[in-house]
């Protein structure tokens, strides 16, 4: 018997045996208590910003485009991508250079862009994330390739929980689910070498959030 022979043959065993333990029963009660009405936005915006995202609150369209062309200026973003979004195309609109994308443009070409500029299907409460889709993310490109992303989303997208935002995209999607769906939770990190947090690993480092109160 070769060493392969060997390995496989612990693991035919191995599976034979049965389970030490039974499944834990699933919990009777709520493993955190529910969030109010009033608690969901706080608690967004909070956990958001303890992530290292940047949350602005617009109460009218000419605030949101002045903030997002301000923010453009002071981080130098020279080259923005918007969604074809109405939301998106706005929010853009005071922005010099500013592009809406066509469905073709997508791809490598989206790496030479400084911001990259998306709705979303929803924001969670509880744990300040952004779900989006390659439905309300135009693809799968947008959101990942330039080094900073920005979403555009309106007050009444705001969920309470992670079940809830799932509720929402099987009612949404039923059985024809886009190709893609994530959980957005703060910029991309990893602290894989000597537990030292790294942004901007795997995707942007800088992430923002406009939510328009109107």
């Given amino acids: 018997m070769n060493s392969r022979d060997a390995i496989l043959g612990r693991i035919r065993a191995a599976l034979r045996a049965p389970a030490p333990h039974a499944p834990a029963p ?24 303890a992530l290292k ?4 609150r617009s ?4 605030d949101a485009r002045a903030w997002v062309a301000g923010l453009a200026a002071r981080r130098g973003f020279a080259r923005v991508a918007a969604a074809p979004d109405d939301l998106c195309r706005d929010a853009v609109s005071g922005v010099p250079g500013a592009q809406t994308l066509e469905r073709e443009a997508c791809g490598a070409q989206l790496a030479s862009f400084d911001l990259g500029v998306t ?12 779900v989006l889709t390659a439905q309300s993310g135009f693809g799968r490109a947008l959101s990942v390739l330039p080094p900073a992303h920005l979403v555009v989303a309106r007050r009444a997208q705001l969920v309470g929980e992670i079940r809830e935002a799932l509720q929402l995209l099987e009612l949404r999607h039923g ?21 030292i947090l790294v942004l901007g690993a795997h995707g942007p480092r800088e992430l923002y959030l406009l939510l328009l109160d109107f």
């Fill in 119 to 130: 709705a979303c299907d929803c924001l969670v409460a509880r744990t300040g994330s952004i």
């Fill in 26 to 49: 699933a919990l009777a009660a709520e493993l955190f208590p529910p969030l109010r009405a009033d608690e969901a936005l706080p608690r967004f915006a909070r956990e958001f910003a």
């Fill in 175 to 195: 059985k024809m689910w886009p190709s893609m769906a994530t959980f957005i939770t703060g910029p991309s990190r990893t602290a894989d070498i000597e537990k």
């Fill in 53 to 56: 995202g940047v949350f602005h």
């Fill in 59 to 62: 109460p009218d369209a000419n």
